[in-house]
């Protein structure tokens, strides 16, 4: 995912299920709320584009593995520190522990590295 085609894809695809997964935690109460469908999906987008971004980054340092692991750590990473400042700045959108942006973060990192394992094996 070195290149611009490449951001753009890891951004929709993981912009994609990042909706889906932000949206089941926050009907899930646990402690990630967000109010109606279209800040999940501003939420998503932020999500997926900084962390495609970071990615990217640690892509161009020749710090990314074939399986996609250090890729599913950076979007960890970035998308709980994404919605943490998320919540900070969209009114609709609430954090009150980090256990709904824990797993938030965590399903979408493992989305990224199923997916890294997944594309590896098909290349």
Same mark, same amino acid.
């Given at each position: ?8 894809i890891?951004v929709?695809?993981?912009?994609l299920?990042s909706?889906f ?6 009907k ?6 967000? !109010? *109606?469908?279209?800040?999940? /999906?501003?939420?998503?987008? &932020?999500? @997926? +584009? %900084?962390?495609?971004i ?11 593995d074939? !399986? *996609?692991?250090?890729?599913? /750590?950076?979007?960890?990473? &970035?998308s @709980? +520190? %994404?919605l943490?400042?998320?919540?900070l700045?969209f ?7 980090f256990? *709904? ?6 399903a ?5 590295w199923?997916g890294?394992l ?6």
């Amino acid at each position: 995912m070195n290149t611009l085609w490449g951001l753009m894809i890891n951004v929709i695809i993981v912009g994609l299920f990042s909706i889906f997964a932000i949206w089941i935690v926050s009907k899930l109460h646990l402690g990630l709320e967000v !109010d *109606g469908f279209g800040n999940v /999906i501003l939420t998503a987008l &932020a999500v @997926a +584009i %900084v962390a495609g971004i970071l990615t990217m980054v640690v892509g161009f340092a020749g710090l990314m593995d074939g !399986d *996609g692991l250090v890729g599913g /750590i950076v979007h960890l990473v &970035a998308s @709980a +520190i %994404v919605l943490i400042i998320i919540a900070l700045l969209f009114p609709g959108v609430r954090v009150s522990g980090f256990t *709904g942006v824990f797993i938030a973060s965590l399903a979408i990192g493992l989305f990224y590295w199923l997916g890294g394992l997944l594309m590896g094996a098909l290349i």
